[in-house]
């Protein structure tokens, strides 16, 4: 056969030494009698697979020891959700992120995070046909933003940063967020500049299907609650606080019966519409009934 040279984005070309490495361990890997596709993901020949993959990649990468490394499904669009779901609890609701537009990939995040948050567009260089990254004196970043996000490797329109961005003093803190999905593992990354980096794994570093994901040991665990519990001052006034709430098409509020009091769930398919209109209900009746 002759020689080929595949030039994809990605997925992309794989080593070929991995490649018959991966072929020659598909039947058994490592004495185990199993190929890995065969393999419990809860056993031991796994967990052995994960626990090196994840020492490799914080050596490559010099993680340092307070950030995580996740690896995840979902791929790197999948992020653009999970991203703002898990950061922008950590601000005064509506909370604000701010973003670098520089191509296709930056847009298609804002354009999710919009979903979840105020999106301010602290530079852009769409004007100009996406033909490189703003000057960071130019940004107008927000004081108090969730985060501010960028793709550091447009793959789609060849901007790529070539440093990286101080955002911290001029937004009191914010983490930085970077996708990384196009050339993470092809240079030296200063981690501890990020809050989040994540990126997936189907260009420098395997085949599709994985997401990597590092990402602060103090930005992990602050999703917006799903089930917000509470209980009225005055537990005398549950049934009128129903009654009105069902009034204004409010409905299942009562609290679990193992507990008491009222509990609003607010999964997937809650609009923002509805939260507000349940806030702006309990500051009427917190109002008229003290």
């Known amino acids: 056969m002759n020689t080929i040279y595949n030039f994809s984005a990605g997925p992309a070309v794989l080593p070929k030494e991995v490649l018959q490495e991966a072929a020659s361990e598909m039947l058994d890997w490592h004495g185990s009698g199993m190929s890995v596709m065969e393999m419990s993901h809860r056993g031991p020949e796994f967990m052995s697979i994960l626990a090196q993959a994840q020492a490799d990649l914080r050596e490559l990468l010099h993680v340092p020891a307070n950030y995580k490394i996740l690896f995840l499904q979902g791929g790197g669009l999948g992020e653009n959700a999970i991203v703002p779901l898990n950061l922008v609890g950590r601000k005064p609701q509506p909370a604000t992120v701010d973003f670098i537009h520089t191509g296709s990939w930056s847009g298609k995040s804002l354009k999710e995070a919009k979903k979840y948050a105020n999106v301010n567009i602290a530079a852009s260089s769409e004007s100009t046909g996406f033909d490189g990254v703003p000057d960071p ?5 927000s004081t108090n933003a969730a985060y501010v996000h960028l793709c550091t490797n447009e793959t789609i329109d ?30 030296i990354i200063d981690v501890s500049k990020y ?7 189907q260009k420098n570093i395997g085949p599709a299907g994985l997401t990597l994901v590092i990402v602060r040991e103090d930005l992990l665990g602050t999703a917006l ?3 917000v519990p509470f209980f009225l001052k005055d537990e005398s006034l549950n049934a009128a606080f129903l009654a009105a709430a069902k009034e204004r098409g409010l409905l299942q509020l009562k609290g679990h019966k193992s507990v008491g009091g009222m509990r609003a769930s607010i999964y997937n398919a809650m609009p923002i519409e509805g939260v507000q209109a349940l806030v702006a209900f309990m500051r009427d009746f917190a109002g008229a009934n003290g």
Not at 137 to 141: E, G, R, Y
Not at 160 to 186: K, R, W
Request: aromatic share 8%.
């Open 137 to 141: 004196s130019s940004w107008k970043l």
């Open 158 to 187: 060849g901007v790529e940063y070539h440093f990286v961005p101080d955002v911290g003093q001029q937004t009191n803190g914010a983490p930085l967020v970077a996708d990384m999905s196009s050339h993470i593992l092809s240079r």
């Open 195 to 201: 809050g989040v980096i994540f990126g997936g794994a």
């Open 225 to 227: 609650p799903m089930n």
